[in-house]
């Protein structure tokens, strides 16, 4: 069975610093891997996706992904981040064979002024 | 920014009684989703349509949930009886097609309450 680990459950980073926040999933194949953000009172909001090709993957608002096979790790990561960026930010995998999200336990992100 | 639009936004309900929530996908997304998200970020896959009909659905929601996406109104989910344990974030999410390649597009969801 698939299984995604948020190993943080909270990260906090000044403005203008740079960003990670980690995941590491568990499958027998390469899952669709997304990063989803959650604002207070807002829906989820996908930020990026990946299930082939370059394993750099760039998403909205200046965010970027890096998929390693031999890690099983999806990390997200922001060059700077703004005080905006403060939210809780979920990994997920999901398969083509039942289609259901298969989510993390989320990282929320604090930013510092 | 999703139009998908999920009412009422909060649902305070005794224990025992029905609890139904709305969602209108956007435009022409004929997938549905729905999601439970408890207080621990813990999220449960509950059930999807493709148009009208049922593609999935866990035994907890065929047992304990009614949920329908008729054509031409919004899709509806509701808790039969109410428990404590139902407390959580319901989240629909739609979708323009099924697949991965489709994007998931959710709404800001239900917070249910159960006193």
């Known amino acids: 069975a698939q299984s995604v680990t948020q190993p943080d459950a909270r990260v906090t980073v000044s403005e203008g610093a740079s960003l990670q926040l980690r995941c590491k999933y568990s499958?027998?194949?390469?899952?669709?891997l997304f990063w989803y953000v959650q604002y207070p009172r807002q829906g989820l909001q996908l930020l990026l996706k990946?299930?082939?090709?370059d394993p750099v993957v760039q998403g909205v608002n200046g965010f970027e992904a890096e998929f390693s096979k031999s890690n099983s790790s999806f990390h997200l990561r922001k060059a700077s981040v703004h005080w905006s960026d403060s939210a809780v930010y979920f990994c997920?995998?999901?398969?083509?064979?039942?289609?259901?999200?298969?989510w993390g336990s989320g990282t929320k992100l604090i930013i510092k002024p | 920014n999703s139009k998908v639009i999920q009412t009422p936004r909060y649902l305070v309900k005794g224990q025992g009684q029905k609890a139904k929530m709305r969602c209108i996908p956007e435009k022409g997304h004929p997938v549905v989703f729905w999601y439970q998200q408890n207080k621990n970020n813990e999220f449960k896959f509950l059930i999807n349509?493709?148009?009208?009909?049922?593609?999935?659905q866990i035994d907890m929601t065929e047992k304990r949930f009614s949920a329908e996406c008729p054509s031409n109104s919004p899709c509806s989910l509701e808790i039969q009886s109410s428990e404590a344990g139902d407390s959580a974030l319901y989240l629909c999410a739609s979708s323009l097609d099924w697949g991965n390649q489709n994007t998931l597009y959710f709404g800001a969801g239900t917070r249910l309450s159960v006193l």
């Open positions: 997920a995998v999901s398969m083509d064979s039942n289609y259901q999200l298969i």
């Open positions: 990946y299930y082939s090709g």
């Open positions: 349509f493709q148009n009208q009909e049922v593609l999935q």
């Open positions: 499958s027998s194949v390469t899952p669709y």
